[in-house]
Protein backbone atom coordinates (compact mmCIF):
# COMPACT_ATOMS: atom_id res chain seq x y z
CA UNK A 1 0.00 0.00 0.00
CA UNK A 2 1.27 3.48 -0.90
CA UNK A 3 0.20 7.13 -0.46
CA UNK A 4 1.83 9.93 -2.35
CA UNK A 5 0.91 13.57 -1.43
CA UNK A 6 1.25 16.35 -3.38
CA UNK A 7 0.24 19.89 -4.47
CA UNK A 8 1.49 22.05 -1.40
CA UNK A 9 3.49 25.00 -1.00
CA UNK A 10 2.84 28.47 -0.09
CA UNK A 11 0.32 30.52 0.12
CA UNK A 12 -1.02 34.20 1.25
CA UNK A 13 -3.87 34.26 4.53
CA UNK A 14 -7.39 33.88 2.51
CA UNK A 15 -5.58 32.22 -0.51
CA UNK A 16 -6.90 28.56 -1.63
CA UNK A 17 -4.90 25.49 -2.16
CA UNK A 18 -6.01 21.96 -3.45
CA UNK A 19 -3.85 18.99 -2.04
CA UNK A 20 -4.51 15.26 -3.48
CA UNK A 21 -3.20 11.91 -2.32
CA UNK A 22 -2.87 8.62 -4.52
CA UNK A 23 -3.47 5.62 -3.30
CA UNK A 24 -2.12 2.35 -4.92
CA UNK A 25 -2.14 -1.35 -3.74
CA UNK A 26 -5.54 -1.60 -2.40
CA UNK A 27 -8.80 -1.24 -3.62
CA UNK A 28 -9.25 2.53 -2.88
CA UNK A 29 -13.12 2.82 -3.41
CA UNK A 30 -13.38 0.37 -0.82
CA UNK A 31 -11.68 2.55 2.61
CA UNK A 32 -12.23 5.44 4.37
CA UNK A 33 -9.47 8.31 4.16
CA UNK A 34 -8.28 10.38 6.52
CA UNK A 35 -6.08 13.90 6.52
CA UNK A 36 -4.20 14.43 9.32
CA UNK A 37 -1.72 17.36 9.45
CA UNK A 38 1.17 18.41 11.74
CA UNK A 39 1.95 22.15 12.53
CA UNK A 40 5.80 22.75 13.82
CA UNK A 41 7.00 21.96 17.43
CA UNK A 42 3.13 20.32 17.52
CA UNK A 43 1.31 16.82 17.85
CA UNK A 44 0.01 15.52 14.49
CA UNK A 45 -3.90 16.29 14.47
CA UNK A 46 -7.09 14.59 12.47
CA UNK A 47 -8.09 17.03 9.81
CA UNK A 48 -10.98 15.17 7.93
CA UNK A 49 -12.39 12.42 6.85
CA UNK A 50 -14.45 11.04 3.71
CA UNK A 51 -16.00 7.30 3.73
CA UNK A 52 -17.02 5.19 1.70
CA UNK A 53 -20.85 4.78 1.77
CA UNK A 54 -22.35 8.40 -0.29
CA UNK A 55 -19.28 9.95 0.32
CA UNK A 56 -19.65 11.25 4.15
CA UNK A 57 -17.42 13.68 5.50
CA UNK A 58 -16.26 15.13 9.02
CA UNK A 59 -14.16 17.66 9.66
CA UNK A 60 -12.09 18.84 12.79
CA UNK A 61 -13.83 22.24 14.20
CA UNK A 62 -11.34 24.34 12.92
CA UNK A 63 -11.46 23.80 9.47
CA UNK A 64 -15.60 23.20 9.22
CA UNK A 65 -16.44 26.01 6.46
CA UNK A 66 -12.97 26.03 4.28
CA UNK A 67 -11.87 22.54 3.98
CA UNK A 68 -13.54 20.01 1.55
CA UNK A 69 -12.53 16.46 1.57
CA UNK A 70 -13.43 14.82 -1.96
CA UNK A 71 -12.47 11.59 -3.20
CA UNK A 72 -12.21 10.75 -7.44
CA UNK A 73 -12.27 6.76 -7.06
CA UNK A 74 -11.47 5.86 -10.73
CA UNK A 75 -8.04 8.11 -10.01
CA UNK A 76 -7.83 6.43 -6.56
CA UNK A 77 -7.15 10.01 -5.19
CA UNK A 78 -8.74 11.75 -2.08
CA UNK A 79 -8.22 15.79 -2.35
CA UNK A 80 -8.17 18.05 0.05
CA UNK A 81 -9.34 21.47 -0.93
CA UNK A 82 -8.56 24.14 1.55
CA UNK A 83 -10.04 27.69 1.18
CA UNK A 84 -9.87 30.90 3.35
CA UNK A 85 -6.39 29.56 4.35
CA UNK A 86 -4.72 31.07 7.87
CA UNK A 87 -1.50 31.14 9.20
CA UNK A 88 -1.92 28.76 11.89
CA UNK A 89 -2.82 25.85 8.83
CA UNK A 90 0.57 25.87 8.37
CA UNK A 91 1.71 22.62 8.33
CA UNK A 92 2.86 19.21 6.77
CA UNK A 93 -0.36 17.54 5.25
CA UNK A 94 -0.46 13.45 5.46
CA UNK A 95 -3.34 11.31 3.99
CA UNK A 96 -3.91 8.04 5.80
CA UNK A 97 -5.96 5.08 5.66
CA UNK A 98 -6.21 1.66 7.79
CA UNK A 99 -6.33 -1.34 5.31
CA UNK A 100 -6.15 -4.60 7.50
CA UNK A 101 -4.51 -3.86 10.76
CA UNK A 102 -2.05 -1.50 9.15
CA UNK A 103 -2.24 2.10 9.16
CA UNK A 104 -0.64 3.76 6.43
CA UNK A 105 0.56 7.02 6.04
CA UNK A 106 2.00 9.17 2.99
CA UNK A 107 4.92 11.35 3.23
CA UNK A 108 3.29 14.53 3.90
CA UNK A 109 2.85 17.46 1.73
CA UNK A 110 4.15 21.21 3.11
CA UNK A 111 1.40 24.37 3.51
CA UNK A 112 3.07 27.62 4.49
CA UNK A 113 0.37 30.23 5.03
CA UNK A 114 2.14 33.58 5.18
CA UNK A 115 2.64 37.03 3.61
Known amino acids: VQLVESGGGLVQPGGSLRISCVVS????????MNWYRQAPGKEREWVAT????????RYTDSVKGRFTVSRDNAKNTVYLQMNSLKPEDTAVYYC?????????WGQGTPVTVSS
Open 96 to 104: RTVYGTMAY
Open 25 to 32: GLRFSRYD
Open 50 to 57: IFTSAGDT
